[in-house]
């Protein structure tokens, strides 16, 4: 398949600033494992853009470079990292307090970690109800909180000497609400900011700050953030990628792994019932039910657009898929996901599946988080705007274009990201049909 001639992509000059609102597990494990692997204290396992490779051509020319070297990504040695969060640790004090990383490991990154300290966040505990800290910002309005973080990206450019920047939001997850009369649009959106709008959540001015300052932005909750007519037409007007939602770390994608399994091989599904135990900060905001609601959404849509029940009602349309998430805190960030699956085969004979993925949530995001800002930046540079659908791959809710569904099986999300990438460069898109090595 012949493919445009490459595209003209800015060369990854100067340094990448990434900015993160929220200093939790994740942040302060994604942070912690980059200067682990600048140091040579360990491997980047789980991150595509470091160790994955791209085909190129046919299976016989040999051609396998890895990712990294294929497209123009910022280097792990340019990165600077800055964060809001409602609470005052620095990101040595985060991660301690995460518990996720080793202490011998923490203690040779403490000097670069403990110079990462938290901007005052932007912060409504209608959003976010079960945690309260003091390193909150004031204002009358909430276009002054998002004067004020503007102001904040501007300042860590000039004192990081950065480039370009990135943000990517790992703040806690916010109740669940729908898009109301001021998302509607850009001009409906900033009288909401200057009038104190209800429903204009925090997430959402900092996506506003981001994208009026053209920084592209990703959502790793599953939040209404960028998502809404006003955002979206914002990102479009600036020329600034975006991407979400909520990262895709174990048990949904466990399910992205096996329901295309199923469904390839018409074996049918009566049920998928799904429990997780956590006790992070992020099972505490989970406690509260808007804020599982938002959670719940984002899991349950993965089936129902993976199986496709409308047009196989025999094997899926009576799919009983029921998810829970149970705050426990001696777990801390170990979580652990139960799956029982019931799915039935030949003259609908039952069987059943059982999971138990005892996993580490920062641990399986911090990799995504890396991908995500340096193919963001990347997207940024080719001159990429608006959905950046190609990066549905680390999503549990892909954006897409309004109306359009979203791909959740992880092979064809996989093939999409490689393919963008060989169409950034030119190379022929891969379609895996094979004939030519047959005629």
């Given amino acids: 398949m012949s493919t445009q001639p490459n595209v003209k992509i800015a060369p990854a000059t100067g340094k990448l600033g990434i900015l993160v609102p929220g200093m939790g597990a994740v942040t302060s494990t994604f942070i912690a494992g980059v200067e682990a692997v600048k140091r040579g204290l360990g491997q980047p396992v789980g991150s595509l853009t470091q160790l994955g490779t791209v085909r190129l051509g046919k299976r016989t020319d040999n051609r396998v470079p890895r990712i990294k070297e294929f497209v123009p ?36 990154l403490e000097e670069p970690l403990s110079a990462i300290k938290p901007m005052k966040a932007v912060f409504d505990h209608e959003y976010v109800r079960n945690i309260n800290g003091p390193n909150v910002k004031q204002g009358k309005t909430k276009m002054e909180m998002a004067e004020a973080l503007m102001q904040d990206i501007r300042d860590f450019k000039r004192n990081n000497g950065c480039n370009r920047l990135v943000m990517i939001w790992c703040g806690s997850t916010e109740v669940h609400h729908k898009p109301a009369a001021v998302h509607q649009s850009v001009e409906a959106f900033e009288k909401g900011l200057c009038e104190n709008d209800a429903e204009i959540s925090p997430s959402q001015i900092y996506a506003y700050a981001a994208l009026k300052l053209r920084v592209p932005f990703a959502n790793g909750a599953p939040n209404l953030t960028t998502d809404t007519p006003a955002l979206l037409a914002l990102a479009r007007e600036n020329e600034v990628p975006i991407c979400g939602k909520d990262f895709k770390t174990g048990q949904t994608f466990m399910k992205t792994l096996l329901a295309p399994g199923f469904k390839a091989r018409m074996l049918g599904l009566n049920g998928w019932f799904s429990t997780n135990i956590l006790g ?20 349950l849509s993965v089936l129902q657009q993976i199986l496709q029940p409308d047009l196989y009602p025999m094997l899926y349309s009576d799919l009983y898929h029921a998810v829970r998430i149970n705050y426990y805190p001696p777990r801390g960030d170990a979580k652990e996901g139960w799956d029982n699956i019931d799915i039935f085969g030949w003259l609908g004979y039952p069987m059943q599946i059982k999971i138990d993925f005892l996993c580490r949530d920062s641990i399986l995001a911090a990799p995504l988080v890396l991908d995500l800002v340096l193919f963001l930046d990347l997207a940024q540079r080719a001159g990429m705007k608006g959905i950046q659908e190609w990066l549905s791959f680390y999503f549990k809710g892909p954006m897409t274009a309004p109306g359009l569904y979203p791909e959740h099986d992880i092979f064809i999300q996989l093939m999409k990201l490689k393919n963008t990438l060989r169409w950034m460069q030119g190379e022929e898109l891969i379609t895996h049909l094979g004939l030519e090595y047959y005629d």
């Avoid at 990165?79 to 609470?87: E, H, Q, R, S, V």
């Avoid at 992070?280 to 899991?299: A, M, Q």
């Fill in 73 to 108: 990504l910022a280097p792990l040695e340019c990165l600077a990292f800055g964060t809001w969060d409602i609470y005052e640790d620095d990101a040595y004090q985060a991660a301690s307090r995460a518990k996720v990383l080793d202490r011998p490991l923490l203690e040779q």
């Fill in 280 to 299: 992070n900060r992020d099972g505490e905001v989970l406690e509260d039910p808007g804020s599982f609601k938002s959670k719940e959404e984002t899991k």
